[in-house]
DNA sequence: ACCTGAACACCGTTCAAGT
DNA sequence: ACCTGAACACCGTTCAAGT
């Protein structure tokens, strides 16, 4: 049969699609394979194995859709550090469970400690504190978006009870909780003036 | 063949005892009809699916490890509510991901809300305020814990990079991220005074 | 460098039928 | 009430071999 003959890149541009039209329970190596029309065991010869390869997407999509955050005084950086990650997230079909995910196992989404401690540089804040800040901050994002996005496909698919809708909205939970540990580092920024 | 009849409490028992043995990847409903001496389609008559019981699992752990939380002043209350969270979570093999997940879906693991929200009953806060809270407490120690577990089983199997282990320990970072929380709640409850 | 063919050892779920 | 038997439609991964 015509072999078809991908680079790494293609596959994972693939995978992005996949994911975000199926969702990541139907981003499976076959499925992703049958859409490159290359049998599975072709997908090894770019990726050891599965997590590699959800690495890879996980990275592509903070590549694709996570903005630097504009200057300005270090809290307003930090808001905007942790609410450009989220909509980054949910920008893609379960991106946030994905990039959690990956970010947990360590294979990747490295990037996303960076975007936020940066913002911190200028706080005063010690390093120890700097690291704690952000992943307060990035354990946070990732609980909230994917809550968020499972909560959203659970309403979707399935029996969708509405009156469990929170009557604030997603997105100002989510402003009123980041804003909570931004005071929280803010205490501790004042007592160092 | 000598049909074995097990209850509901049964199965539930003996998944909790699959999950901590052999984690969650390696509780299937094959697996788990296997070590109940029966054929996988039994299980389907005490659950109409596989979440339904992973559901039930993540409710029998929290009855047998979340202990109630101490009397007290509410931030006293509400440290100790996350922190026991936290360590019931650690208890189990793959605890952490399998009671957030439950939760996400909104099928089970409803119990841990109640045991957060209680400790800020006579906080001064309002209903909206303390679900927010809450809501941003569980997120941070699902997070925190999930992160920790997978970190650890990712570290155990497979490559283990020391270095990479926060010089910290991860209980004293859980513990001061937990803080910036707390202050941040704190922030709030001194406004009302 | 990239792919096929074929296999291995698994999954969750359904459903008619048995006791 | 609880279980079997048999099937359906899938998984991830390996590995020798092909071009």
Redesign the interface.
């Known amino acids: 049969m015509a072999a078809v003959r991908h680079r790494r890149g293609d596959v994972v541009a693939k995978a992005v699609e996949v994911l975000d039209t199926y969702g990541l329970a139907d981003l499976t190596m076959r499925r992703l394979a049958s859409e490159l029309d290359v049998r599975p065991s072709a997908l090894y010869h770019h990726f050891t194995n599965k997590q590699y390869l959800l690495a890879a997407v996980a990275d592509e999509l903070l590549e694709r859709s996570l903005k630097p955050v504009e200057d300005g005084p270090w809290d307003a950086r930090l808001t905007a550090a942790a609410t450009g990650l989220r909509e980054s997230l949910l920008a893609w079909r379960d991106g946030a469970e994905l990039v959690?995910?990956v970010?947990?196992?360590?294979l990747g989404a490295e990037k996303v400690d960076d975007h936020v401690a940066v913002t911190l540089e200028d706080s005063g804040l010690n390093e120890?504190?700097r690291?704690?800040?952000t992943?307060?901050v990035?354990?946070?994002v990732?609980?909230?978006a994917?809550?968020e996005q499972?909560?959203l496909q659970?309403a979707s698919a399935g029996a969708l009870e509405s009156g469990?809708d929170?009557s604030?909205g997603a997105g100002q939970?989510f402003t009123?909780?980041l804003?909570?540990?931004?005071?929280?580092?803010?205490?501790?920024v004042s007592t160092l003036a």
């Not at 970010?103 to 360590?106: E, K, L, T, V």
């Open positions: 959690a995910t970010h947990a196992f360590g120890a504190l690291r704690v800040v992943r307060t990035l354990h946070y990732f609980g909230h994917t809550a499972t909560h659970a469990d929170m604030w939970e009123a909780g804003a909570l540990v931004v005071d929280g580092v803010r205490a501790r």
